[in-house]
């Protein structure tokens, strides 16, 4: 014990050292601090990398379930606090591992799927089909087959899919199970506007007049549940939904649809950084400088979404909000305990015995990957920025938003280059693999304490959500990342099974 214990004390303090070094290498300027799993910086991680980059190329995307699970826990921990029948069905089109549907399959939880082939490699996973709902945005006959032989309930979004789902499911001579996919709540005054779903005054209507002119039709389907899942991260919007779904649900009940649940989608907000000082820095000095009142904070001032005319800024930043003060389980919290009828929307959901569903992709993504990628070359610019050239496209860190507003790490070369690092305090950009002039990993302006040799690594932090495979493609044909998945037991990583051939 004795000599063990200074020895422990070593380990902690290197690591802590090794860990404020990676992030003092490379900065946001201003920083943007990224939240951080012990996972991703723990010297056995960090002690392998270079390897693993060798042995499976540059993007790699390494990948761990453990925070999946607590995070998942942690929302079935606020519903048994309101006493509500809750299940999760992880949304798995924001990450394509098969890792990820075996741990939420691990904890008895559901799965969303978004395409055929989503549903087929569930299926194969040996999800039982009650534990899957299909919400694809548009559905081929071919998907619709599949999810009415397998059992698995089909997220109505319109007329048409309605129609044929009836008509191949009296083909098939097998009961569809499906949910409505419902829009058009009022929230604030307005309408909530969507491309998806029916519309919450139209659907009764369509159900009584289908109940009078082809009775047939719906004799073939199941109806359970009703479902929407809103754009961005609003837990008012969310309650206002509820609210206006339960006494739709009344209503559909006493026209005998045995309505079982209610799921209210995705989009639990998360937070990519600890300080809420910082992103609300960023932002002030972004503003500055596109009244060219500072310095540049991001290539050739890219706006973020924000846009000059004359001495104003007009537009809204189209990135994710990568700082939220209200976040997962406890803005979860919040919808429960909201107020309904003569308790909450809990006690009106237990009132009715009535399961409440979600779908939450990014959010339980939460700590659960990162994206390590080499430097391959470093060249200044004419106004003093370096440029520094990785392994990688921008496809493979990328959603639909502008930017990755978060500090990445970096890890030196483990070897010493026969190239000179370039100059500690080295400030500039990193750029992609495509041969684009707008190809740029991080549209802002990073400072490396140390400079950058060829050889370092430079590690996103936090891309499960999305980031990795939302938009990752094979231009150039390029491959596509490995994705490795990290045995905690061991300490080893191994290709997630989506990698079979
Ligand atoms: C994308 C999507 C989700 C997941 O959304 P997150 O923002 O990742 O939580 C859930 N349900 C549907 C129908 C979706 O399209």
Redesign the pocket.
């Known amino acids: 014990m004795k000599t063990m214990e200074p020895r422990a004390r070593e380990e902690v303090s290197q690591s802590d050292q090794t860990h404020t070094s990676m992030r003092t290498d490379c900065q946001g300027m201003p920083p943007l601090t990224a939240r951080l799993e012990p996972w991703m910086t723990a010297p056995g991680t960090i002690s392998q990398l270079h390897r693993l980059v060798q042995e499976y190329d540059s993007p790699l995307n390494l990948i761990h379930t453990d925070p999946f699970l607590r995070n998942i826990d942690a929302l079935y921990q606020v519903a048994e606090s309101h006493q509500v029948d809750f299940d999760v069905?992880f949304?798995r089109?924001?990450n394509k591992c098969l890792a990820f549907i075996d741990a939420a399959h691990s904890r008895g939880c559901g799965i969303?799927t978004?395409s055929e082939n989503e549903l087929h490699q569930v299926l194969e996973q040996q999800v039982p089909s009650e534990k899957i709902i299909c919400?694809a945005?548009v559905k081929s006959e071919a998907l619709l087959q599949a999810c009415i032989v397998s059992g698995t309930t089909v997220?109505i979004d319109n007329p048409d899919e309605l129609s044929r789902t009836a008509l191949l499911s009296a083909r098939l001579d097998r009961q569809a199970e499906i949910a409505l996919?419902i829009s058009g709540f009022q929230h604030d005054g307005h309408k909530l506007p969507s491309r998806?779903g029916f519309d919450i005054e139209k659907i009764l209507p369509l159900l009584r007049d289908l109940q009078q002119s082809a009775p047939n039709t719906l004799q073939t389907l199941n109806l359970t549940g009703v479902?929407f899942?809103l754009d961005g991260?609003s837990q008012a919007q969310r309650i206002s939904a509820i609210r206006q779904l339960l006494p739709l649900v009344d209503q559909l009940r006493d026209m005998q649809f045995p309505i079982r649940f209610i799921d209210i989608?995705?989009?639990?907000p998360m937070s990519y950084l600890d300080s809420e000082t910082e992103w609300n820095e960023f932002w002030m000095i972004h503003k500055q400088a596109l009244l060219d009142r500072q310095e540049p904070l991001t290539w050739q001032n890219h706006g973020l979404g924000l846009q000059r005319v004359e001495d104003r800024l007009i537009g809204k930043p189209h990135c994710y909000p990568f700082y939220q003060s209200l976040v997962q389980a406890d803005w979860f919290n919040g919808i429960l305990s909201a107020l309904y009828e003569t308790g909450t929307i809990a006690s009106a959901l237990r009132k009715r015995t009535l399961q409440l569903r979600?779908?939450?992709?990014?959010?339980?993504?939460d700590g659960c990957g990162i994206t390590a990628a080499r430097v391959e070359s470093r060249k200044q610019q004419s106004n003093g920025d370096w440029l520094i050239g990785l392994s990688m496209n921008r496809t493979q860190c990328r959603t639909s938003s502008d930017d990755f507003l978060v500090d990445p790490l970096l890890i030196p070369a483990m070897d010493e280059s026969p190239l000179p690092r370039t100059p500690p305090g080295t400030s500039g950009f990193l750029t992609g693999a495509y041969c684009t002039e707008s190809e740029l990993l991080c549209l802002r302006k990073l400072q490396f304490a140390r400079g950058v040799g060829i050889g370092d690594l430079i590690i996103f932090p936090n891309t499960a959500?999305?980031f990795m495979h939302f938009l990752e493609s094979r231009s150039h044909q390029f491959p596509l990342a490995k994705n490795l998945v990290y045995y905690p037991q061991t300490g080893e990583y191994h290709l997630d099974a989506i990698e079979a051939p």
């Open positions: 069905y949304a089109k924001a969303d978004a919400t945005a997220a996919r998806f479902h899942h991260y989608g995705g989009g639990f979600c779908e939450p992709g990014r959010s339980i993504l959500g999305y």
